[in-house]
């Protein structure tokens, strides 16, 4: 024990952070204590306020909104594209939606056979209806004609025709040049409708093994705030046919797969809401779980109710979460689909530590009334949650502050989610806790309360805490030896090293293909298509406006130039381009033709552009290209494609080095001329999400070391937890890399999730340390024995919370299993393994408010009941203080042995005074009084005391030494019922 003039040493020696440190957590420990005993007392009333507040917060789901719009979830607010975006959709929305099906053959595509059973699937698509609408009312007309593009449109869709078509014919038609649409009078490059081709020594076409069929629609959608997407239900319907149609495949072709903006939606979503069902099943794991380790198999003390009463917790969070942030006007998004997950694992955690603290306390703090225990144990809790619950909510409310609007509400979610759970864990909880213990007390049952056991019961098993026993007796010890410890800092040492050259190299890349699940059509689809029709490059387009084409075409003339010599342009085709080469050719002799190939007066270069676009072939090509009004030139546009692109660093280079093409060419007007592909918004979420990655992780570290430095109040300890802290995400960073994932969005979420919980195993070590007296060794061998438990459990119900999803074939449950489970595994090897040793050589001294609470639990007698004496059991003691008996052997404690002569004397072994000497108790020794050091309390003599042994000789104070020692005797009064 730590007796009075030892703390006054150590207040005297305190420094003035230690004095901040003291007075923190002494003002902590002080109002968790009174809230405990509040709590206690009015359990039923805390139960019905927290379930009140929780109703309260709730009501905001009447604003509850949910976002799946791409440009809405994943780019940046405040985007050059989202602004670009907005003037294209008003000025050249193309008002078109696109059904495809890929055609494969493996031998030929260009059979008889093969276009016959196109044509039936084709007239199959055609007569396709729904009860608002068919093809004919959906479809976007050219010239009156429904637009459809196969190959079944060199023939015109003629039945007749294809029925009677030969493998030579089709051959001599798709090796035609220079060929027209016969439906649509448009040009058609046929090379670009077949995959795989087979030509001969000359280039003609001899076979293929893949075509697609195009179908278009008109794009009547409208934003739904119910399904946060923009929807068309009747093209929704007919789509949903085509693709059901589609996947039904053709007895004559090998394969068909199918493609439709309704299928991408739905395949994306289904992916995630399918798997929603593993969290229920993650629940009742939790639970069992939670039941298992928190109670005994005993008709009154197993723990089911506690367990549903954590679950309840978690949902109430869960609830106030989606609440509060809906009122707040924050959308609900696919991502937000792993909270209660998150929410699930960090609340378990807290809640373990409530009960380990509960279950830590003394004999004596057992013995005080409910309404005391509940306090003392929330004083020991509460701080330990506090610095894991703040550190969790600022790295999320850091996380919040990101221009990334899916992670920014994510994140706000999040943090009130895990405020709540704090919240509902220290009183709801805690409540529940409270009238458990009041049931037990009463001896009613556990799962029929109305049912009262005997006073005389004696369950027929009872689990003794063999994880408590597995941490403080076998684990710690084998763990605190030098060469057990000098193997594993050498190996966290190489496992960082290693994981530093893997997050050297992790990449930076995302596609949203990836949010489909591994075996849905449309996948399929993307590989089948990638194989036969690989990517040429990414293309796009420069728009022109608010541009005076007459007067400015010498820029127009330099921004053509400046394009096809960009490294990163394949090719551009250019209106304007084509336009100068036809006026050259065709207007060089014109009275109003002028120097450099322009016309004289801007009303001239009007009509001749008017001529050029709609007369002409050539200028016919880019009739949806420029906008015209009132015969004047108003928008335009130019179009370009892009080399191929092996990586997203690539990618951003090319869209920074168009868009920096555009500003450099002078236009009067700064946004006269802006580069825009469909690609552009993803490169531009992927060129700031590292940066907001390490912004969002740095600030997050940061706030959490502050915070942890004042909850723990204690600088040098901060720093280990911090350490620790760092290492480990570096670990799960390079690991990740080892494991195939990237930086995108989605692991940016959860690798802000990854502070928050290796935060959680390191802190409550951390602070558990702080808490004990005694030796560096000692104190973290009771720090494993008191906390580890609490934080093997939280880590093992955080991994049974989502271990479910390791069969999900949702990308984003995917990566949330892979990152939290190398969380869950790294954490704790830094929080129980690497830490304790770390505070074992150059751990701080222990607070002011420190107890020596080891030597009540580990200094017990352990002696057998039936042959070496007789024992009273006292309420919580597994191992009760035995009444010694002649000719057997006592096991007294740690440091010393008694043995039990035959008549009736004591000999004394290993006698060493220790640090935790309190006032000497003394003991007749062949007549003659000596000092022993007393164990326990200072007012619980150890078993053998003499109470009437005040007799001289002895000098107070003084220790038992070995050569003095022969044999003392006992005293008639020795004491019962003691607690060690």
């Not at 127009?556 to 006026?583: G, H």
Request: net charge negative.
């Amino acid at each position: 024990m730590d007796t009075s003039k030892e703390k006054e040493n150590r207040k005297q020696k305190s420094s003035c952070l230690k004095s901040c440190s003291n007075a923190i957590v002494s003002v902590l420990e002080g109002q968790f204590y009174r809230l405990g005993k509040l709590v206690g007392k009015y359990p039923w009333s805390t139960i019905l306020l927290s379930l009140a507040v929780a109703g309260c917060f709730g009501v905001g789901m009447l604003n509850f909104t949910e976002e799946n719009r791409r440009e809405k979830l994943w780019i940046p607010m405040q985007a050059e594209s989202l602004d670009h975006l907005e003037w294209i959709n008003q000025y050249y929305s193309s008002n078109l939606r696109v059904a495809r099906l890929l055609i494969e053959d493996s031998s030929n595509v260009l059979t008889p056979t093969v276009l016959q059973a196109m044509l039936e699937m084709d007239q199959s698509i055609k007569a396709l209806s729904v009860p608002e609408g068919d093809w004919e009312s959906l479809c976007y007309k050219i010239a009156g004609q429904c637009w459809a593009s196969s190959l079944l449109e060199l023939w015109s869709f003629n039945e007749t025709v294809i029925m009677g078509l030969t493998e030579s014919d089709i051959l001599d038609m798709v090796n035609q040049e220079n060929f027209t649409s016969p439906v649509y009078f448009t040009p058609i490059d046929v090379d670009s409708m077949l995959g795989d081709i087979a030509r001969n020594s000359s280039g003609y076409i001899l076979s293929a093994k893949a075509t697609p069929m195009t179908y278009f629609l008109m794009d009547k959608r409208v934003y739904d705030p119910s399904t946060g997407e923009d929807d068309d239900p009747v093209a929704d319907a007919w789509e949903k046919k085509f693709s059901d149609l589609g996947q039904a495949g053709h007895s004559d072709i090998d394969g068909v797969y199918t493609f439709t903006i309704f299928s991408f939606g739905e395949e994306s979503g289904k992916s995630i809401q399918g798997d929603i069902t593993f969290l229920s099943a993650g629940y009742l794991l939790i639970i069992i779980y939670v039941a298992i380790m928190l109670g005994k198999f005993t008709m009154i003390e197993h723990k089911i109710y506690i367990s549903l009463a954590g679950v309840i917790v978690i949902g109430l969070s869960i609830l106030v979460a989606i609440g509060f942030s809906s009122a707040c006007g924050f959308f609900y998004g696919p991502v937000h689909t792993v909270l209660p997950f998150l929410l699930l694992g960090i609340g378990v955690d807290d809640m373990f530590v409530v009960v380990q603290a509960w279950s830590n306390l003394s004999p004596k703090e057992k013995k005080a009334d409910l309404h005391e225990i509940v306090g003392e144990a929330l004083r020991h809790a509460g701080v330990s949650i506090t610095v894991t619950s703040i550190t969790d909510f600022v790295a999320f409310g850091i996380g919040a502050t990101t221009i990334l609007p899916a992670l920014r509400s994510f994140c706000v979610y999040c943090a009130i989610g895990i405020f709540f759970l704090f919240f509902f864990c220290i009183t709801f909880f805690t409540a529940c806790l409270t009238i458990d213990q009041k049931r037990v007390n009463s001896r009613r049952n556990a799962c029929c309360c109305c049912y009262q056991h005997d006073a005389d019961y004696q369950p027929c098993c009872k689990r003794t805490d063999l994880l408590q026993h597995f941490f403080r007796h076998i684990y710690s010890n084998i763990l605190l030896k030098l060469p057990v410890k000098i193997i594993v800092v050498v190996v966290a040492v190489a496992l960082f090293g290693v994981n530093i050259w893997g997050t050297i190299n992790l990449k930076q890349e995302f596609q949203f293909e990836w949010f489909l699940p591994e075996d849905s059509y449309v996948v399929e689809y993307i590989e089948t298509s990638d194989q036969y029709f690989p990517s040429q490059g990414f293309s796009g387009d420069i728009f022109i406006r608010d541009v005076d084409y007459y007067d400015e075409y010498d820029k127009l003339d330099d921004l053509y130039d400046e394009l096809i010599r960009n490294k990163y342009v394949l090719d551009a085709d250019s209106w304007f381009e084509d336009l100068r080469v036809w006026m050259k050719n065709n207007k060089a002799g014109d009275v109003n033709m002028g120097n450099n190939n322009m016309p004289t007066t801007e009303a001239v270069f009007n009509s001749w552009a008017v001529q050029f676009l709609t007369m002409t072939n050539e200028g016919r090509r880019h009739s949806d290209d420029v906008k015209m009004s009132g015969g004047n030139i108003t928008y335009s546009r130019i179009n370009f494609q892009l080399i191929n692109l092996d990586d997203s660093s690539e990618q951003i280079a090319a869209m920074d080095s168009i868009r920096s093409l555009t500003k450099n060419i002078g236009f009067d007007s700064d946004d006269a001329v802006f580069a825009y592909g469909d690609f552009f918004p993803t490169w531009e979420a992927n060129k700031v999400i590292k940066v907001e990655l390490y912004r969002n992780l740095g600030l997050a570290m940061l706030a959490v070391f502050v915070v942890t430095l004042v909850l723990i109040a204690n600088l040098w300890t901060a720093l280990l937890v911090f350490l620790c802290v760092i290492v480990s995400l570096v670990d799960v960073t390079g690991m990740m890399y080892f494991w195939g994932l990237t930086i995108d969005t989605v692991t940016t979420i959860n690798l802000i999730l990854a502070v928050g919980l290796t935060v959680d195993y390191s802190a409550h070590i951390g602070h558990t340390f702080m808490t004990v007296l005694g030796d560096r060794n000692r104190r973290a061998k009771y720090t494993l024995g008191d906390m580890g438990p609490a934080v093997f459990n939280g880590g093992v119900s955080t991994f049974l919370a989502f271990v479910l999803l390791i069969l999900s074939n949702s990308y984003i449950f995917k990566v949330f299993f892979k990152i939290f489970f190398l969380v869950v595994l790294i954490g704790l090897f830094h929080g129980l393994v690497v830490l304790p040793i770390l505070l074992s050589w150059v751990g701080p001294s222990p607070y002011l408010s420190a107890e020596d609470r080891g030597s009540e639990k580990e200094d017990n007698i352990a002696l057998d009941n039936n042959k070496n004496g007789s024992a009273k059991t006292s309420d919580g003691i597994d191992n009760p203080v035995m009444i010694p008996r002649p000719n057997h052997v006592i096991v007294a404690n740690n440091d010393e042995v008694l043995v039990m002569n035959s008549d009736g004397t004591q000999t004394l072994m290993k006698s060493q005074p220790t640090s935790r000497t309190s006032s000497p108790a003394k003991y007749l020794q062949n007549g003659n009084c000596a000092d022993i050091p007393t164990y326990g309390r200072p007012e619980i003599p150890p078993p053998d005391y003499d109470s009437s042994a005040e007799r001289t000789g002895g000098t107070p104070g003084s220790a038992l030494s070995r050569k003095t020692l022969n044999s003392y005797v006992v005293s008639n009064d020795i004491p019962t019922n003691v607690d060690i």
